[in-house]
């Protein structure tokens, strides 16, 4: 019994054994190198039974033997195959199930985040620019300037506590405008 289970391998401890087995058969027969060693083989094979080496031809021209051979391989290397393919299937299967969740919540994401940016513009429609600001800002200096120049030109005693606009100096910043009017 020891000897039994030395020899065979223990399938029932991995289940995958048999499946990764059929793997890497299927894809070593789909390689350069099956095909150059079996053309050897063969090559070899028929010279051979041709020459009859030693004596030897264990196989006559029709090669009978060969083709048993042949058609042994094939009948083993077609459901191993057809497994492998079926592995392949099964992780196929999972990976597009895995891709289409993930291509839900990237969906879900995009479209919260359009929401939000929707809400956004929708809130900075009532939010005043900086252009407004200023230009706001500048109407009311303006309509100080031209309050400030009537009242210069009624009351001359008015120009000691407020000075005419004229001897305002503005101070400029980094990049030429006014930061903000100083008195001289």
Do not use: C, H
Request: glycine share 4%; hydrophobic share 40%; aromatic share 10%.
């Amino acid at each position: 019994m020891e000897l039994k289970s030395r020899l065979l391998p223990n399938l029932a401890s991995d289940p995958d054994f048999f499946g990764r087995f059929a793997e890497r058969f299927a894809r070593y027969m789909g390689t350069a190198n099956f095909l150059l060693y079996m053309t050897v083989f063969v090559v070899i094979w028929i010279a051979l039974n041709v020459i009859g080496l030693f004596g030897l031809r264990w196989d006559p021209y029709p090669f009978i033997l060969l083709n048993l051979f042949f058609s042994t391989q094939a009948s083993y290397a077609a459901p191993l195959i057809l497994l492998a393919q079926n592995r392949q299937d099964d992780r196929d299967r999972v990976q597009i199930e895995q891709d289409r969740s993930r291509n839900e919540r990237n969906l879900a994401d995009t479209e919260y985040l359009t929401r939000e940016v929707a809400a956004l513009r929708i809130s900075l429609r009532e939010v005043a620019t900086r252009d407004f600001v200023r230009s706001e800002l500048r109407s009311l200096l303006e309509e100080l300037i031209a309050i400030q120049d009537d009242d210069d030109a009624r009351d001359p005693r008015d120009n000691v506590r407020n000075p005419p606009t004229s001897s305002i100096k503005s101070v400029s910043g980094k990049n030429g405008k006014s930061k903000r009017p100083t008195n001289s």
